[in-house]
């Protein structure tokens, strides 16, 4: 059973000869267990894409170490961002296919399991902004990653398409489970995805509370369970409030 370690001593960033640098991250960690699926909640500019960068290999300039256990490799990772960052002159299929080797009979279940089937010779400019976010879903489950990373994906989509789409990630996650790291302002969307809810408070990173969302996933469209357990973590976590 493999399990992801992160470990980060130190991420700070230069403001000049005449300043010390800003420190973003400080011994901060967190563990994934296999094909967990864990959301991380916290302010603005506390750090959260800073780490996603990291974890990405995007960035390099940090102490510390990220590693799947036993065997002490680096991750191969998938990135979902917040653009869904679709090159407008390739087809949604030639698209998935510049990013990934995966067979087409691969791409295709994806596609139809993300209600896109009908769309794989449609160019990006005939998508529906909703749409276009599943793609980018599809492109980083098409890599098979040993870690994915989503960046509020969902951000500026209306209420019922967030829903949607993220009822078809979870299907598509449980039919492929992979190691899952979400970013979310947004805590009736974490509780609503996740195994596991990660709370940072910033400035230097830190993790402050872990969660388990014990709600069966059969139950996690039910807006009223949702805020039932929202309205709990209050009481037992008053901490979090401050990040919310």
Not at 41 to 57: H, R
Not at 145 to 164: I, N, Y
Request: with cysteine; proline share 7%; aromatic share 6%.
């Amino acid at each position: 059973m493999s399990q992801l370690n992160i470990k980060i001593q130190d991420k700070s960033y230069p403001q000049g000869a005449k300043k010390a640098p800003k420190q973003v991250i400080k011994d901060l960690k967190i563990t994934l267990g296999k094909d967990e699926f864990v959301c991380l909640v916290g302010p603005s500019g506390c750090g959260k894409t800073t780490l996603l960068n990291i974890l990405a290999g995007l960035d390099n300039q940090y102490t510390g170490s990220v590693k799947l256990t036993p065997e002490q490799l680096s991750p191969k990772v998938g990135y979902v961002f917040q653009n869904p960052r679709l090159l407008p002159w390739r087809t949604v299929l030639e698209n998935l296919q510049l990013a990934s080797n995966a067979k087409l009979e691969t791409l295709d279940f994806l596609l139809e399991s993300m209600g896109l089937g009908a769309e794989k010779e449609s160019f990006p400019e005939h998508l529906s902004l909703g749409m276009s976010r599943r793609i980018s879903i599809i492109r980083a489950f098409a890599t098979d990653p040993d870690l994915l990373l989503m960046d509020e994906p969902f951000v500026s989509l209306d209420p019922p398409t967030a829903r949607q789409v993220r009822q078809l990630l979870v299907d598509l996650w449980r039919k492929r489970p992979h190691k899952v790291l979400y970013v979310t302002h947004d805590l009736r969307e974490a509780i609503s995805l996740a195994d596991r809810l990660i709370f940072l408070d910033s400035q230097p990173m830190s993790v402050i509370s872990e969660v388990v969302v014990n709600i069966p996933r059969e139950q996690r469209m039910d807006e009223a369970t949702i805020e039932q357990f929202k309205q709990q973590l209050f009481v037992d976590y008053p901490e979090i409030t401050k990040l919310l």
